[in-house]
């Protein structure tokens, strides 16, 4: 009963807040007070010619047309942020954080550690009344409200409903390379594995690598190959809403054991734990490799790199021959954890952070997130759209599309992800297939939405994740590499991990996952 009037006071609040009056608020600012922001540093800023935000003419134009003065921190990872929140005297006015990946705990983490502030509907209809105006909808309100009823961030990325670019990482194919030996794109994990053993007798070296040390474990997290045993992902996922988590089911077993044999047969690197993005990219250019997983940007940053003749596609999210397509794959929610904006406990003006906020969601801020300075990095064409110009396009310094467009933009930063811009973004119309291809999946049926846990069961939590995850990934390298025998040491595997906690950790998940399907609005 306690959890039906929760979702019904919440979906009552929802309603009068969508009822009430939204205040103006009015660009440039009357202020002189400068705020503090700390975040990590978008390295694809590089690609612009630029090591700081600070000095990219977006985020310029953004401090100069709200009238916001801002100090600006950025981090190299959100390891470093962390460390650096956690000894701070002062906490920044405001800190953006994924803090599902770095921070313990996730969200309920940041909150209980007593970070941030909560975010009241009325700040927003005042302070931010463009972004609330936007994002006060179930399928938005479902991602950003908490299982206590309350938010406590304002969001980072938000995509358009039913955007395919939310799919934004997946398999990237050399098409040259299929063509050589007379192959289509795989779809089927038997198709994969034919083709990388047709790669390796063609001459590629090693056909199969990731973009960092990184991604073969978020390739196995995020589905890429597991549908086709039976498995949405090697990480947690939800069917009919029973939680689950793959590295602990027995399907697991199968993922393992095939992907000991690409490691076996030198389908994929043995440096794979190692390999920076440099290399794998090196290899993917000139021809060492013939397929990697990597984010959908590389498809046109790597462009420039290739061999003559040489030519990149998206691939297929692998599946058996009998599913029609993927159970799972990479997804960003619809409003995603990439900088998810807090204000701090210690912040002493509320109301500024969040006028500097809103401006992004208005409809000239909105159009400088997405693109950019008018006149300068784009113009608008004939059928009313914007159009990057040459500056992005065609770099008289040789910088990147990519990295141009994030510099003179704000797209790393919170904002909608306009589905005009995302297409202005990637002109390779071998990254719009990709799209389309990746998201040609189930994913949505299977993913679970709140990813942390109730406070009361935080503490606890904590200390059972937090060993046994170190163990998973442990012994996941174990298994590939075959330090540890699958046939062996699975077993006990499993054994270890329910002897760590992990059958507990299953029913404090099940809780969570029970306390926020009751709480979901469906209208």
């Known amino acids: 009963m306690k959890k039906k009037v929760f979702s019904i006071l919440l979906a009552l609040c929802l309603v009068l807040s969508a009822c009430s009056a939204l205040a103006d608020v009015s660009y440039p600012l009357e202020n002189t007070t400068t705020i503090t922001i700390w975040r990590i540093l978008d390295g694809s800023i590089a690609d612009g010619g630029y090591t700081t935000s600070m000095d990219t003419p977006g985020f310029k134009a953004w401090c100069e047309r709200t009238g916001v003065q801002v100090e600006l921190k950025e981090f190299a990872d959100g390891t470093s942020l962390v460390l650096a929140l956690n000894g701070a005297t002062t906490l920044p006015d405001m800190f953006m954080l994924h803090a599902a990946n770095y921070y313990n705990g996730g969200i309920s983490g940041v909150i209980s550690d007593g970070l941030t502030i909560e975010i009241e509907p009325s700040m927003l209809e005042q302070y931010a009344p463009d972004y609330w105006a936007y994002i006060n909808k179930p399928i938005y309100m479902n991602e950003i409200t908490q299982l206590d009823g309350k938010m406590y961030y304002l969001a980072g990325h938000i995509f ?166 993927a159970m799972y794959s990479f997804a ?39 693109y950019g300075i ?35 933009a704000l797209i790393n930063w919170p904002g909608i992800h306009a589905n005009d811009q995302l297409a202005l973004r990637h002109p390779e119309k071998s990254q719009i297939v990709a799209y389309e291809r990746w998201s040609d999946t189930d994913h949505d049926k299977y993913v679970v939405i709140h990813t942390s846990v109730l406070d009361e069961y935080l503490d606890e939590y904590t200390d059972l994740w937090t060993d046994i995850n170190l163990y998973i990934d442990e012994c996941r390298a174990k298994f590939i590499s075959g330090e540890m025998s699958i046939e062996n040491d699975f077993d006990t595997y499993l054994a270890t991990l329910k002897s760590m906690g992990m059958d507990r950790v299953y029913e404090i998940k099940q809780i969570t996952l029970d306390a926020h399907n009751a709480a979901t609005i469906t209208e």
């Open 160 to 325: 358009e409903e039913n955007s395919p670019y939310r799919f934004w990482r997946g398999l990237i194919w050399r098409q040259d390379i299929l063509d050589a030996i007379g192959r289509d794109v795989p779809q089927t994990i038997d198709e994969f594995y034919d083709t990388l053993v047709a790669m390796k007798e063609y001459g590629v070296e090693t056909p199969f690598v990731f973009q960092n040390k990184n991604y073969l474990r978020e390739c196995l997290a995020t589905g890429e190959l597991t549908s086709a045993f039976g498995l949405p992902n090697a990480a947690e996922y939800q069917i009919d809403g029973v939680w689950h988590y793959g590295a602990y089911e027995p399907e697991y077993k199968d993922l393992l054991t095939f992907m000991n044999k690409l490691y076996n047969e030198g389908l994929i690197s043995v440096d794979y734990l190692s390999m920076e993005e440099a290399t794998s990219r090196a290899m993917l250019c000139n021809g060492q490799a013939g397929v990697m997983y990597a984010n959908n940007s590389r498809l046109s940053t790597y462009v420039a790199s290739l061999t003559e003749g040489a030519s990149l596609s998206g691939g297929y999210v692998i599946h058996s021959a009998d599913q029609e397509h």
């Open 332 to 370: 960003d929610p619809m409003t995603t954890s990439d900088d998810i904006t807090y204000i701090s406990a210690d912040c002493k003006n509320v109301e500024l952070c969040m006028e500097f906020y809103n401006y992004l969601f208005t409809e000239e801020g909105n159009m400088l997130r997405n």
């Open 374 to 408: 008018l006149d300068e990095s784009y113009t608008i064409g004939e059928d009313g759209k914007p159009v990057y110009t040459e500056l992005i396009t065609n770099n008289p310094d040789g910088h990147s599309l990519d990295g141009m467009a994030r510099s003179y």
